[in-house]
C-alpha cells in the first residue's frame, strides 16, 4: 500500500493501525515505478485521484512480471484516472485486466475489442441497501459484504470476460441489483439477522415487489374523435 509519504514499511514512525496490517518490512521508497519493480505486485489499484499515475513504465513493468496484470484505475472522474484503457490495453500489450472508475471506450487493437467495464460501487451499495431494507436486517456486518462481491462475480459471464470487461454491463444494473440483494437476504437468514419473518418464499418476486418503478399508467383520460355528421 502506498500513501502520501510512498510505500508504507514498518519501519516508518507513527503508522495509524488500519496501516499496519500492510506495513512491508523493506526500504522506505516514494516513486511508484521503483516500488513495482521491488515488490512486483500483480495488481495496481488507483484510488487517490491522482491522474496518470500510472505510466507507461510502471504498466510495462507489470506485463513483465505478470500474464494478466490487475491495473484498476478507479479515481473519479476522468480527468483524474490514473491511466486510460487504451493506455493500460496498449502498453501491456493488450494483457492487462482492467476496470475503472468513469467510462472508457472501447478499445481495439489488432483484431481485438475490448470493453471496459466500470469498477463502481454502484455494484454493491444499492443491492446490499435494498436487501437489508427487505428483510429487516438488524446490523450490518462485513458478511454481507463479502457476500454482495461474491455474488456480483458470479454475474459476470464468459461473454463479459472475453472483451476484458470483469464487471456486469452498468446498463443491467437493476437486474444486477435483484441477484446481489437475494444473496444478501439470504445471508442475513443464515446469520439471525433478518426480522421479516417468516422468510418469502419466493424471494426473488419479493424483491422485485419493492423496487421502485417509473413506468406509471396512463392518466390521461381516453378520447374519441366525434362524428358531427352523425348527427344528421
Known amino acids: 500500500m502506498i500513501d502520501s509519504r510512498g510505500l508504507i514499511v514498518k519501519s516508518r514512525e507513527g503508522l495509524t493501525e488500519h496501516k499496519l496490517h500492510f506495513a512491508k518490512d ?3 521508497c516514494k516513486d511508484l515505478a521503483e516500488i513495482v519493480k521491488t515488490v512486483k505486485p500483480s495488481a495496481l489499484i488507483g484510488a487517490a485521484a491522482q491522474p496518470k499515475t500510472f505510466t507507461k513504465e510502471i504498466i ?7 500474464d494478466r496484470p490487475v491495473i484498476f484505475a ?7 484516472s490514473e491511466c486510460s484503457a487504451e493506455e493500460a490495453y496498449k502498453w501491456s500489450n493488450n494483457k492487462a485486466v482492467f476496470a475503472s472508475g468513469s467510462p472508457f471506450p ?3 487493437a489488432n483484431g481485438v475489442t475490448f470493453e471496459p467495464g466500470q469498477g463502481n460501487n454502484a455494484y454493491i451499495f444499492p443491492a446490499v441497501a435494498l436487501g437489508v431494507m427487505c428483510c429487516g436486517s438488524i446490523r450490518i456486518p462485513d458478511e454481507l459484504f463479502l457476500c454482495a462481491a461474491e455474488a456480483l462475480a458470479g454475474i459476470v ?3 463479459d470476460l472475453s472483451v476484458g470487461r470483469v464487471y456486469p454491463r452498468l446498463s443491467d ?3 444486477t441489483s435483484v441477484i446481489v440483494a437475494e444473496a444478501v437476504i439470504n445471508k442475513c437468514y443464515e446469520l439471525n439477522l433478518a426480522t421479516v419473518l417468516p422468510k418469502p418464499a419466493n424471494l426473488e418476486q419479493f424483491i422485485r415487489d419493492q423496487l421502485y418503478t417509473t413506468d406509471y399508467q396512463e392518466f390521461i383520460p381516453t ?4 362524428n358531427l ?3 344528421k
Do not use: G, H, V
Request: charged residues 35%.
Open 157 to 159: 459471464s464468459k461473454e
Open 106 to 108: 472501447k478499445y481495439e
Open 229 to 231: 355528421d352523425s348527427r
Open 173 to 175: 444494473i437493476q437486474e
Open 223 to 226: 378520447t374519441y374523435q366525434y
Open 60 to 66: 510495462e513493468e507489470m506485463a513483465k512480471n505478470n
Open 74 to 80: 478507479l479515481s473519479n472522474p476522468t480527468s483524474k
Open 26 to 28: 523493506m526500504p522506505a
